[in-house]
């Protein structure tokens, strides 16, 4: 690949990823996002043209969860026709099918040309700009939210204030109007810093100590915001990702001693803000399901009734709010019927398969950039059993999950022929 063909690759990527990111917020004016909006889509576009020329490479190497993929928008397309109701945009569509096979196909071609440092890094300034911005109302600053649901809004933005005057910032949601939405991202962030981190012990040569600095920073802020978002599902994937990390590196001293200063400081976090931990212990010992039990009946039930073709739009409806199934598994059999919903739980198990394969296996040496990218994958779909973030294409966890996926599988596969000081063939040849 040439030198100028990179560039544009890399910047297209950044593009899209950092888009991402902006676009989810809820501090960004509608007008502003509108905007964000279509550079997304027609970076995107111009990224998935440039890698359509490399479908066969693409397609010998993922062709089956390609196929998965492709039979799960085959009967998501065949459920809108049958039961979706008419007040459904294309755009909606679009993003629960055809940008699911586009984005994926870009990510499997990715693997192959970009360097690992350029592929993880518009998620780490993307984690970068959140925190940056997640800062200023715990010193005061208030921001003003948006959101086309008004009523919706109205009771987060009450939350918001509410979580802001606790002590501890109990709950709190950083730029978005939920803490799940944030914990979510927040776990994206330290599973990429960490991963960064990994990779500079292999290639230092890459980095210098600023860039380094700010990888530690990351990690620690998406660790403590993490923390205070209360968010049980994000703080369970970040004990996934932890715990997997520290049983594979138990043996190298230096990373040890690594893990071991940030759990100090954890711990020295939680001892300076008792109520959190005490929160923490509450939200996990005493709240249960926060009705999730409730609402996943609801959806079986939904099921059920509606086996093959899918009700078109799932909620669960209580005290006259809607609520969606909590469970992207069964959001997506709710919402589509057993055929789509089989055909995606396939795809996303072929590669929980291959991340557990390379979290157990002892082929990888001292390259431990696969087994973090292996846990963040198995940490996002774990986290998704209590939410539904990923049964869009178009979003941050959507976004990291594939790459996740693709990556980790690229290195595990490639692993005898990936030198240690470099991963990508597009790197080698600029070499």
């Known amino acids: 690949m040439k030198i100028q063909n990179y560039k544009a690759t890399c910047f297209l990527y950044f ?47 993922s062709w089956l969860p390609l196929l998965f993929l492709f039979l799960y928008i085959v009967f998501y397309l065949s459920s809108v026709m049958v039961v979706q109701t008419e007040g459904i945009s294309f755009g909606e569509i679009a993003s629960k099918s055809f940008f699911y096979i586009v984005i994926f196909t870009v990510f499997c071609s990715l693997v192959y040309e970009l360097d690992f440092k350029d592929l993880l890094f518009p998620f780490f300034i993307g984690t970068l700009i959140i925190i940056f911005l997640s800062l200023p109302p715990l010193f005061g600053y208030e921001y003003t939210y948006y959101s086309m649901d008004e009523g919706r809004l109205a009771a987060r933005i009450a939350a918001i204030k509410s979580s802001l005057q606790a002590t501890g910032f109990a709950r709190y949601p950083g730029v978005y109007t939920n803490q799940n939405g944030f914990g979510l991202v927040l776990v994206v962030g330290l599973g990429i810093s960490l991963a960064l981190y990994c990779d500079y012990t292999l290639r230092s040569f890459k980095y210098n100590r600023f860039q380094l600095f700010f990888i530690i920073v990351a990690f620690i802020s ?112 709710a919402n589509n019927g057993i055929f789509a919903g089989l055909f995606w739980i396939l ?85």
Request: net charge positive; hydrophobic share 50%; charged share 15%.
């Open 222 to 333: 998406s660790l403590l915001f993490a923390l205070i978002t209360l968010s049980r599902a994000s703080l369970l994937a970040v004990f996934i990702i932890l715990s997997i990390f520290s049983y594979k590196t138990l043996k190298n001293k230096r990373v040890l001693v690594t893990v071991f200063i940030f759990t100090i400081l954890s711990i020295v976090f939680l001892y300076l803000n008792k109520e959190i931990l005490d929160l923490i212990f509450y939200r996990f010992t005493s709240q249960g399901t926060s009705s999730r039990d409730l609402i996943w009946n609801d959806a079986f039930d939904s099921i059920s009734n509606n086996p093959f073709s899918g009700v078109g739009e799932f909620v669960h409806i209580r005290n006259d709010r809607e609520y969606t199934a909590h469970n992207v598994y069964l959001q997506i059999l």
């Open 347 to 431: 795809w996303a198990a072929f590669y929980l398969c291959s991340s557990v394969r390379i979290v157990f296996s002892k082929k990888m040496g001292r390259d431990l950039r696969a087994l973090v990218l292996a846990a963040l994958c198995v940490a996002i779909l774990i986290h998704q059993l209590f939410e539904n973030h990923v049964d869009s294409a178009i979003h941050v966890s959507t976004f990291c999950l594939m790459l996740s996926m693709t990556l980790s599988y690229y290195l595990y596969k490639n692993r005898a022929a990936i030198p240690s000081g470099d991963i990508s063939t597009a790197s080698k040849m600029l070499a």
């Open 15 to 61: 593009i899209v990823i950092i888009s991402v990111y902006f676009m989810e917020m809820s501090v960004i004016p509608l007008e502003l996002a509108w905007a964000i909006n279509k550079i997304f889509y027609l970076s995107l576009g111009l990224l998935f043209l440039q890698q359509a020329g490399k479908v066969k490479r693409i397609i010998k190497g």
